[in-house]
């Protein structure tokens, strides 16, 4: 803990030397594993500046939920949370709205929150990603003035909207190309190693 300390204090340091503001109390920290190796670990808190800081069971970083077992049920949550409160007030004055219009709010407040940093749920469990796929059918429904139980696959062809499962690997092959192609940050093609061909 100790080391953990020491690192922060230089970090600390750093940004404080460049003038850049540093505030201690809204400073957080996780401590991510599995159930098993979170049981053996008795960090209760970190001194951070003067302040002391207890681990959370769940931290913001840009715009994502991550929990302490990586699992992303908080992201998921929130996501689908956020989602469904745009459809709600789309859904409140669809009647008035022409289709294309109706369109560009659905990518607005809806489809593009299912997108935002979806990468990160690459080879979740199926059942995460059934419950972001609601979010989307019911954004198909309220588009398409579809009826609750009417059948949905016909309209998700009509819009071009891929489901959640191909989304997220459409978004991480592209980021992959881009990668390879040299279209992409430096430090991410530093990353990538191409094998060469064998026979």
């Not at 340091?13 to 201690?24: E, K, Y």
């Not at 970190?46 to 769940?58: A, R, S, T």
């Not at 609750?148 to 891929?162: D, G, M, S, V």
């Not at 191909?166 to 881009?178: D, G, I, N, P």
């Amino acid at each position: 803990m100790k080391a953990i300390e020491n690192c922060i204090a230089d970090v600390r340091a750093g940004l404080v030397s460049h003038r850049l503001m540093f505030n201690d109390s809204k400073t957080e920290f996780l401590i991510i594993g599995s159930w098993q190796q979170l049981s053996k670990v008795t960090i209760a808190s970190i001194k951070v500046g003067d302040c002391e800081i207890q681990p959370l069971k769940h931290v913001r970083n840009l715009g994502t939920w991550f929990d302490n077992h990586m699992s992303m049920n908080t992201h998921i949550g929130k996501v689908c949370s956020k989602a469904f409160r745009g459809l709600y007030n789309i859904r409140q004055i669809r009647k008035y709205l022409p289709a294309e219009s109706t369109k560009c709010l659905i990518h607005a407040f809806v489809t593009s929150h299912l997108d935002y940093y979806n990468p990160l749920l690459y080879k979740l469990p199926q059942y995460q990603c059934d419950r972001l796929l609601k979010v989307l059918n019911a954004a198909a429904r309220v588009t398409c003035l579809i009826q609750k139980f009417a059948h949905i696959t016909p309209a998700l062809r009509e819009l071009h909207w891929l489901p959640v499962k191909f989304r997220v690997e459409l978004k991480v092959a592209l980021l992959v190309f881009k990668t390879l192609n040299g279209l992409a940050p430096q430090y991410l093609s530093d990353l990538l190693v191409v094998k060469p061909r064998t026979r």
